[in-house]
Structure formats: structure tokens, C-alpha cells
């Protein structure tokens, strides 16, 4: 890719769907009676709720392709924050939670990486390696819980 106009429309579906599993994975920690993964898994929807209004603010001054379903290009055909959601229920445990958690986050830091390491655009490289880089700290926190939930 090649085209920041059609890396922030990728990156402002992206983060929409990050934001939703989020919330879906917080209401299944609610259920779960897991109140430190619950406000945890809000504070991710948070944080993609921001990557979105600053993808959306730096798309503001710019022309921001609005795509149809088909004419993403994603790696393995569906939004990387997408995959493997399926899983999803208010009835998951807080391992199988932040397993499917880690799973989406490395999808989205692998989308962004990738962009960031193939594009001969220097405003894109530098703009994929800022949203590469928030994702890798999404991935360490997550990291952290998985490490504690196992101890």
C-alpha cells in the first residue's frame, strides 16, 4: 500500500471493529464476574475509540476513500481485529478472553507492521509505524494479564 488516503480508511475500520470486540469482550467479562478484565477490556475499547478519531482527524484534511465491505484489502480477506471473533460469548472465561484479545491484537499490529515495512511512501511508513507501535503496547499489557492469569 502505497496510499495514506487508503491506509486511514483501513485503519478507521479497523480500530470500529476493535472498539466493538472490546465492548463485546467486556460485557463478557460483566458476566463473568471478572470486574478487573471487564473495566481492563473498556479501557481497550477506549484507546481504539482514540486511534479512530485521530485516524478519522488525520483523514480530515484529506480525501478518505468511504469503501464497501468488498473493497477492502485485508490480509486474509476480513479486517484483522475481526478474525476468529466468532468465539466471542457472554459465557467465555478470562484466559479464552485474552487469548482472543492477543490473537486480534497481533492481527492488527502484524496489518500495520506490514504496511509500514512494504510501502516506498515515507508519510505512510512513518504513520503505519505509529499505529504498529500503539498496537505493540496493546499486545504488552495483554501480555502481562495472560502471564498473571496463568500464575
Do not use: C
Amino acid at each position: 500500500m502505497n496510499n495514506v488516503e487508503l491506509f486511514l480508511a483501513h485503519a478507521i475500520q479497523l480500530e470500529r471493529e476493535a472498539a466493538r470486540r472490546y465492548e463485546e469482550l467486556s460485557a463478557a467479562m460483566g458476566t463473568d464476574g471478572n470486574a478487573v478484565l471487564k473495566e481492563f477490556f473498556n479501557r481497550m475499547a477506549r484507546f481504539s475509540r482514540l486511534h479512530l478519531a485521530d485516524a478519522m482527524a488525520r483523514g480530515g484534511f484529506r480525501e478518505v476513500p468511504v469503501l464497501s465491505p468488498e473493497e477492502f484489502s485485508w490480509p486474509d480477506g476480513v479486517a484483522p481485529e475481526v478474525a476468529d471473533w466468532a468465539g466471542a460469548d457472554a459465557f467465555m472465561d478470562a484466559r479464552s478472553a485474552l487469548l482472543l484479545a492477543m490473537d486480534s491484537e497481533q492481527r492488527g499490529h502484524a496489518y500495520y507492521a506490514a504496511v509500514a515495512t512494504t510501502t516506498t511512501d515515507a508519510e505512510l511508513k512513518a504513520l503505519a509505524t505509529e499505529f504498529a507501535d500503539e498496537e505493540a503496547e496493546h499486545l504488552a499489557e495483554l501480555q502481562k494479564l495472560l502471564a498473571a492469569a496463568k500464575a
